[in-house]
């Protein structure tokens, strides 16, 4: 599962990393819960790092504002489902993100962890975006792809989001769908660490850089049970 970003990289290293221009809404963000705006280059508008809301609505969707938001989509099951379906033949985006945050269950407590690459650098992860259109109102909102997760986050969360290496984020925007199997599969973790943050990244409104400071939490074996799919 994916609840909870951040991106605070300058301006400039996003249009370096990643060969766009960014739009001038871009601020920088310690704690993006869902239902508000999150970083995104579109498949089509593949030059651009923009905003979509993060909750995806349908464009079939009768009134976005009594749509429950999906945050996350399946992977494995993207294709398939009337939600997504559209969007992953003809709406695909990168999430671009520096960090995201997984709170694991322990017999002791649940405790906050930040996951970010080592060396500091923001990444790419999957996503389906939709455009809902009515009269004088557009809505363009986001849902982040999960899979199975690899080593680094499976003592965290059943799910992870799809983590593109960067050979492979244009890839996804590409015309044509790829083969899930080819893109939608776990990322290995290489390059990439977790740690321990306060209990304050539980409040969105809670968005500075104490954020993705570490705390010295002792380490505590998981809460069993965990495994149903939510």
Request: glycine share 4%.
């Amino acid at each position: 599962m994916c609840g909870r970003t951040s991106l605070f990289a300058s301006p400039s290293a996003l249009e370096e990393r990643f060969d766009v221009s960014v739009s001038e809404a871009y601020e920088p963000r310690y704690n993006v819960a869902p239902e508000t705006p999150i970083a995104t280059i579109r498949d089509d508008a593949p030059e651009t790092l923009d905003h979509l809301h993060w909750g995806f609505v349908p464009a079939w969707a009768d009134d976005p504002d009594e749509w429950n938001g999906l945050i996350n989509a399946r992977a494995e099951s993207i294709d398939e489902k009337p939600a997504f379906r559209e969007a992953y033949e003809q709406k695909r985006c990168l999430v671009v993100a520096d960090g995201f945050y997984e709170w694991q269950d322990r017999t002791d407590g649940t405790q906050p962890f930040r996951v970010e690459r080592a060396d500091g650098e923001p990444f790419a992860m999957a996503g389906v975006w939709s455009r809902w259109e009515r009269k004088d109102r557009t809505v363009e909102s986001t849902a982040i792809l999960t899979t199975e997760p690899n080593e680094l986050l499976d003592p965290l969360h059943h799910r992870m989001p799809v983590i593109f290496d960067a050979d492979d984020e244009r890839d996804w925007l590409g015309d044509e769908p790829p083969e899930k199997d080819d893109l939608l599969e776990p990322h290995t973790g290489e390059g990439f660490e977790k740690y321990p943050i306060s209990t304050a990244v539980n409040d969105p409104s809670n968005d500075s850089p104490a954020i993705v400071e570490p705390v010295d939490a002792p380490e505590s074996d998981p809460q069993s049970g965990l495994d149903e799919f939510v």
